[in-house]
């Protein structure tokens, strides 16, 4: 019988169609997905990919086209008639209550006879997470949390519910490449026991290594189909970007910047600081020195004090001395953020939606929300003609793809939408950018576009500081990295000297020497 079963298709998707305003965002889809296939969905940034799988998932309804579940018609009107058939989905943006504990999230996706069980789903979810290496507390409330661990629970809650179809788009953007190992090992005894799985991210080598099939999309329309371990990585993201750009393999700039003997422009000196939240982390004797022209990186696995250290530098948190931050040699450990704004400090936080963008808000005033001191005010009202020209700016310079300076936030595709918060932050030339997860999310071209901005921020004179949980970035970028490890930073080592084996053991937890 299984021979027989293996001859229907788990999933087909016939001409779907799906446009906003004119513009198609999928336009005669069709795909095919076998049972136990790991199928790859590629694409750069505003592709279509997202649409076409929240589609399969029931969120949003195509204008035309069909979709089969083995072999039969279905109409997928909602996520709960999609997880009724046996599809799971992560969602590259969480879709969690944050008031509520992981274990009250989790309960909330499980068939009615197991949601109110609570102590048997906590101890569910401490057994697959100390199964599958995603640590995580089943008794932290979520807004606790930070964005990697929140993709921990998205990837649990799949993994506490048994589907015949999981879609997972970017669920390795914030784990570290042990964890990426071993989830990928867990999503091959999956397949092996006849799950398909749909898997959707811009980290290519990771497409060659796990997926035997692959449909790449490109403005809406499928374009090719291949076995990506049959590809290169530069032959996939030449059918994804549609021309020979300089993706340089995802992930080589070339030689490595010398570490400059510039004046310092951000220096953090001996910050401790105890987390007001219970499940938090503090600081302890945090010192680190950013020089004029040069890109410094933290690395860590989440949920180390990358939150809670970022809050402290960005200013949303108030140190307890005012020269345990200095900003050349102004001490700004008291200064709220307006303030440390106002005096060259720039910030591109964790999370896009809801924290650098506000998603019902255009881009013009989304551009305005930190970019008021260029010249957009006066007598405390908007200079319009001001402000259009200089969100056309931002756009221009980072190719960002919209439909118009009125169009919502929400609208843009989250690759998009990152290199406008980056643009954002950059036309403002701060003479400190703090950047944190700079690429979570994003595809080749957008992520080389960002890449090479900070980089010609560090030419010019400025100085970077960036936070990430993905250690392939800040080796491709920084002159030195650090590790973050339960609230202590280890010694900086300059590029030329790293080893990646010592700081994959330093983000492990192993003692910095």
């Not at 697959?128 to 930070?146: C, F, G, H, K, R």
């Amino acid at each position: 019988m299984q021979g027989l079963n293996d001859l229907i298709p788990r999933l087909q998707v016939r001409n779907i169609t799906k446009s906003y305003s004119g513009f198609f965002a999928n336009n005669q889809v069709n795909l095919t997905i076998q049972p136990g296939e790991i199928h790859a969905l590629l694409g750069e940034n505003g592709a279509g990919k997202s649409t076409l799988m929240k589609i399969i998932y029931g969120v949003v309804r195509p204008e035309s086209g069909e979709i089969f579940w083995e072999g039969k018609r279905v109409d997928i009107t909602n996520p709960a008639k999609a997880r009724s058939l046996g599809i799971g989905m992560v969602f590259q943006h969480f879709c969690l209550f944050e008031t509520l504990t992981v274990t009250e999230n989790i309960a909330l996706a499980l068939p009615a006879s197991e949601q109110w069980n609570l102590g048997q789903v906590n101890r569910k979810i401490r057994v697959l997470s100390q199964e599958y290496a995603l640590d995580i507390n089943p008794d932290s409330p979520v807004y606790t949390l930070s964005v990697g661990e929140k993709q921990r629970v998205e990837i649990i809650r799949c993994l506490c519910v048994a589907t015949k179809l999981l879609i997972l788009d970017e669920p390795t953007a914030v784990l570290t490449p042990q964890e990426t190992e071993k989830l990928f090992l867990t999503l091959q005894q999956i397949a092996a026991g006849g799950c398909s799985i749909l898997f959707s991210s811009h980290k290519l080598q990771e497409v060659r290594s796990l997926c035997t099939h692959a449909t790449i999309l490109r403005n809406g329309e499928v374009i090719a189909e291949c076995n990506p371990q049959a590809e290169t990585i530069d032959s996939l993201a030449r059918m994804m970007i549609g021309e020979d750009e300089g993706h340089g393999g995802q992930g080589e700039y070339g030689k490595y910047h010398t570490p400059p003997t510039s004046p310092i422009c951000f220096q953090v000196r001996d910050l401790c600081l105890e987390s007001k939240h219970p499940l938090g982390i503090s600081l302890q004797h945090i010192n680190l020195e950013v020089r004029s022209g040069e890109i410094v990186g933290i690395a860590g696995v989440a949920g180390n004090g990358q939150r809670e250290l970022l809050a402290v530098l960005s200013g949303e948190v108030i140190c307890p001395k005012a020269d345990m931050i200095m900003l050349g040699e102004i001490p700004i450990g008291d200064c709220d953020v307006p303030q440390r704004r106002r005096l060259g400090l720039a910030y591109i936080p964790e999370e896009r939606l809801g924290v650098a963008i506000v998603p019902n808000m255009n881009l013009l005033e989304n551009a305005l929300l930190t970019g008021y001191s260029q010249g957009l005010l006066r007598n405390g009202m908007i200079r319009q003609r001001k402000l259009k020209a200089w969100t056309r700016r931002i756009c221009d310079a980072f190719n960002v793809k919209q439909v118009g300076l009125n169009s919502l936030a929400a609208n843009l595709s989250g690759g998009n939408l990152q290199k406008f918060i980056v643009g954002r932050e950059i036309q403002q030339n701060p003479t400190i950018l703090i950047a944190a997860h700079p690429s979570w999310g994003v595809d080749v071209n957008a992520t080389v576009t960002i890449h090479q901005a900070f980089m010609e921020m560090r030419n010019m004179g400025a100085g970077v500081l960036v936070v990430s949980e993905d250690l392939d970035e800040l080796l491709t970028l920084c002159d030195r990295i650090g590790v973050i490890y339960k609230g202590q930073l280890s010694p900086f080592i300059p590029i030329a000297d790293i080893s990646r084996e010592k700081i994959g053991r330093w983000m492990g937890g192993v003692s910095f020497v």
